[in-house]
């Protein structure tokens, strides 16, 4: 069975960081995107980042470029999501979720077959 378990999330001040990581097992995961979503109440499921599981592209929203970066560690089967200068609009739940859909689609959340539980991100101004 397909796992993907997200930890790390917490209450931080804008201007913190924190890294989020998400744990990925029950397949191998050479032809997937990896990526990360967050929700916040009231709002639509936004993508955030994406890696290519095999190859390291990235992808980032424009409203995270220089501040998140996306990793992953083969060796682990980790994907990681280190958030820096964090402000208050960054809070919400942030999901890992995997997609054998190629890089056009990275960014709709209906094309990714595996979701995590979801970690909550808080960011006080």
């Known amino acids: 069975q397909v796992q993907l378990v997200e930890s790390g999330g917490g209450l931080v001040q804008a201007g913190d960081s924190l890294r989020l990581s998400c744990a990925a097992s029950?397949?191998?995961?050479?032809?997937?995107?990896m990526s990360w979503f967050r929700q916040a109440p009231g709002k639509e499921r936004e993508f955030v980042a994406a890696?290519?599981?095999?190859?390291?592209?990235?992808y980032y929203t424009d409203s995270v470029k220089g501040r998140f970066t996306i990793s992953r560690d083969i060796a682990r089967n980790t994907v990681y999501l280190q958030m820096n200068s964090l402000k208050p609009e960054d809070t919400a739940v942030y999901y890992c979720?995997?997609?054998?859909?190629?890089?056009?689609?990275?960014?709709?959340?209906?094309?990714?077959?595996?979701w995590g539980q979801g970690t909550q991100v808080t960011v006080s101004s």
């Open positions: 979720a995997a997609s054998p859909a190629g890089s056009l689609r990275v960014m709709s959340s209906r094309w990714y077959d595996y």
């Open positions: 890696i290519f599981w095999s190859g390291s592209t990235t």
């Open positions: 029950g397949r191998t995961f050479n032809n997937y995107h």
